[in-house]
């Protein structure tokens, strides 16, 4: 990991692997292993997502996000509305400020934070008794 981020401080790579691996101990000779799972791999996303959100006036195109992370669009929409977005069409000055007209314009999406945020409701379960 050090090698792909181009040498950053050992703190920076604690924490990376802290906050988003899981630490397994192998039995002979006690060598500790780090892996990232498909849990810790959504929470990274999450932050990822959430900085991008910050920076972009909280209204993202998710699908750029999802070509340039090679995931799927569905996961990434999941991601957003988990975090509190809405998926929704251009509005008139970002049709206007991208050149895109009314057909094109359907095809294009945005997850847009909205004030006061509201998050999504759990699933509810149904159990068995």
Same mark, same amino acid.
């Given at each position: 990991?050090?090698?792909k981020?181009k040498?950053?401080?050992?703190?920076?790579? /604690? =924490?990376?692997?802290?906050?988003?691996?899981? +630490?397994?101990?192998? &039995?002979?000779? *006690?060598?500790? @292993? #780090?892996?990232?799972?498909?849990r810790?791999?959504?929470?990274?996303?999450?932050y990822?997502?959430?900085?991008?959100?910050?920076?972009?006036?909280?209204?993202?195109?998710?699908?750029?996000?999802?070509?340039?992370?090679?995931?799927? /669009? =569905?996961?990434?929409?999941?991601?957003?509305? +988990?975090?509190?977005? &809405?998926?929704? *069409?251009?509005? @008139? #000055?970002?049709?206007?400020?991208?050149?895109?007209?009314?057909?094109?314009?359907?095809?294009?999406?945005?997850?847009?934070?909205?004030?006061?945020?509201?998050?999504?409701?759990?699933?509810?379960?149904?159990?068995?008794?």
């Amino acid at each position: 990991m050090s090698e792909k981020l181009k040498f950053p401080p050992d703190i920076i790579l /604690t =924490n990376l692997y802290t906050r988003f691996t899981e +630490t397994a101990f192998r &039995k002979a000779g *006690g060598v500790q @292993k #780090s892996k990232m799972t498909a849990r810790y791999e959504d929470k990274l996303l999450c932050y990822m997502f959430t900085l991008c959100l910050m920076l972009d006036a909280f209204r993202v195109d998710p699908d750029s996000l999802s070509e340039d992370l090679a995931v799927t /669009t =569905n996961k990434v929409y999941s991601i957003f509305r +988990t975090l509190g977005c &809405k998926i929704e *069409g251009l509005n @008139k #000055s970002e049709k206007e400020a991208l050149g895109i007209n009314g057909a094109q314009s359907k095809l294009v999406k945005r997850a847009v934070l909205n004030v006061p945020l509201v998050l999504p409701e759990p699933k509810k379960r149904k159990y068995d008794r």
